[in-house]
């Protein structure tokens, strides 16, 4: 089974700095995709950045980038610049394609808080 | 504009009565899928479904049951056997592709917070 661990349950930055959150993931599959999801206190899931594990080359989304290791499983978000909205929970996910069917593994969370 | 809508916001429920939260998208979605977060535990799949008429448990689907009689409608029952069903409830759905690669990840109602007391 595949497991999805984000070992920092809690973070915060300066308004302006740049932050970077963990995520370690386990895994005996080669194919797979990784994602980071943005949860503000709306609680609205909104996908921020996803990685193909094929790809090596790591991902970017204007101020979000990944850190991708895929000999380590390791799966890291930067935000540069934070800004006052990224203040939110963060969730590292991890997904086979497999039998047809789709299934996120999500990690637990870390809680982002950006500081005027 | 295409989304996800769950429906309510907020459930308050007696101890021992089933509910049914639901669950409608007009983005054309094959695939759907519920969720339940609880505080420190991320997402756990409870059920989804790849096709009309067709679905399968998740990792947590003990006390729960649903339905896919239609493509656009995925409702979710939480019955009387389910012992902890206070919870946060989400959504959500996917295209899915033959030859098992997706080419979106999955778009998330904005839940529906369930209080059983």
């Known amino acids: 089974a595949q497991t999805v661990t984000q070992s920092q349950p809690e973070m915060s930055v300066q308004e302006a700095e740049t932050v970077t959150l963990s995520c370690t993931y386990d895994t005996s599959e080669n194919n797979y995709y990784l994602f980071w999801y943005k949860q503000p206190p709306s609680r609205q899931m909104i996908l921020v950045i996803r990685q193909e594990a094929y790809k090596q080359q790591n991902a970017t989304e204007n101020r979000f980038s990944v850190n991708f290791q895929k000999a380590a499983k390791s799966f890291s978000l930067k935000i540069s610049d934070s800004q006052l909205g990224d203040t939110a929970m963060y969730f590292c996910a991890f997904l086979t394609p497999g039998a047809g069917s789709y299934q996120l593994t999500f990690g637990k969370g870390t809680k982002l808080s950006v500081i005027p | 504009d295409g989304g996800i809508t769950q429906s309510p916001k907020y459930l308050f429920r007696k101890e021992g009565q089933n509910v049914t939260l639901s669950c409608e998208q007009n983005l054309n979605h094959d695939a759907m899928y519920w969720y339940r977060q609880d505080p420190g535990q991320g997402l756990r799949l409870i059920y989804y479904?790849?096709?009309?008429?067709?679905?399968q448990k998740g990792d947590i689907a003990e006390g729960y049951s649903v339905s896919r009689e239609k493509k656009e409608s995925f409702p979710l029952t939480v019955t009387s056997a389910q012992k902890n069903p206070t919870a946060f409830y989400l959504c959500?759905?996917?295209?899915?592709?033959?030859?098992?690669?997706?080419?979106?990840?999955?778009?998330f109602g904005n839940g529906t917070r369930l209080t059983v007391t």
């Open positions: 479904s790849q096709i009309v008429n067709d679905f």
């Open positions: 959500a759905s996917s295209i899915t592709q033959a030859g098992g690669k997706p080419n979106s990840p999955l778009h």
